[in-house]
């Protein structure tokens, strides 16, 4: 059982990472550490990503409209891309963090309990982060993926600077600290890059996975017949819509029922394949050499 809507889940989320914030702000006051303030920084970013991902799935749900016929779901890319920025200004402000603390090492205090509320505040976003991924299959939402994906980054960040102070522990090597918070900011930043890339695909109208596209093709080499063929194949996806488009070329002596019906039949088969795939076709004769002239970048049958 879940919630109804993606949107429920990104209050979840949102909770999670006041939570996480006070926790590891806390675990950083009471020891110094600057690998526990980069772990703090990334909570707050976080925060901001779930308050985006929020609005952008608000925007994402509103039906099509006059001034925007195919629907809101690319609004998704926004919140994802808001996201990559925000991953890559946090982690500049830890280098920078790190960066004076090695011209000048601290000890550290209280390790003990701010160790214990770092731990805390990791077992937090690593549920959360199971909770979305979950959701996210269910809803087919790239939001809530980039989502569960950043808190599962987190939670290898705080694992990673639990571990490294644990070693500043054992061996006193102060030095330890801001350099493990200097290769969690780096791996925040590879973080970052992946998800502005997947954000700019999607913004540029990616096409199906090819799994997808290919499924797409032997659909439709099965109708395939001398008297039936099939061009001009599109696709893109959207958010967590899917669209398809492709031309149907058949006898010019067909009734316009008869096409008509082709169609129909074929977007049903189509959508039932492939959920969440708007489907548009384009009837044509077969024999009219005009029909052959835009074949796209898609399948021939030939």
């Known amino acids: 059982m879940g919630f109804a809507s993606p949107r429920t889940y990104t209050l979840v989320s949102v909770a999670a990472a006041v939570a996480t ?114 959701a996210a299959r269910r809803f087919h939402s790239i939001t809530l993926r980039a989502d569960a994906y950043h808190l599962l980054t987190d939670v290898w960040t705080s694992v990673a600077v639990v571990l490294g102070i644990g070693l500043v522990k054992l061996t006193g090597l102060t030095i330890l600290d801001p350099l493990i918070a200097i290769a969690v900011a780096l791996n925040i930043l590879f973080t970052g890059w992946k998800l502005l890339h997947e954000t700019a695909s999607g913004l540029l109208d990616r096409a199906l996975p090819e799994a997808d596209q290919k499924q797409l093709e032997n659909l ?54 492939l959920p969440r795939t708007h489907v548009l076709t384009h009837l044509e004769p077969l024999d009219d050499p005009k029909a052959w002239d835009d074949q796209g970048f898609g399948w021939d049958e030939g």
């Open 21 to 134: 914030i006070v926790l590891k702000t806390a675990a950083w006051k009471l020891t110094g550490s600057v690998g526990l303030l980069s772990d703090a920084i990334e909570s707050g970013v976080n925060l901001v990503a779930a308050l985006g991902a929020f609005w952008a799935l608000t925007l994402a749900a509103k039906p099509a409209d006059r001034t925007h016929p195919y629907g809101h779901f690319k609004a998704e890319y926004f919140s994802s891309g808001l996201e990559s920025v925000l991953i890559v200004v946090a982690a500049l402000a830890i280098i920078s963090a790190a960066a004076g603390r090695l011209q000048q090492p601290e000890p550290l205090e209280q390790l003990g309990l701010g160790l214990v509320l770092s731990l805390v505040a990791t077992a937090l976003n690593g549920l959360v982060a199971w909770l979305l991924l979950r």
């Open 220 to 273: 439709l080499a099965a109708h395939a017949t001398p008297e039936l063929k099939f061009h001009a194949l599109r696709t893109r996806v959207a958010g967590s819509r899917r669209f398809v488009a492709f031309h149907v070329l058949v006898p010019g002596d067909w009734t316009v029922q008869a096409g008509h019906d082709l169609c129909d039949r074929l977007e049903r088969q189509i959508a039932h394949a």
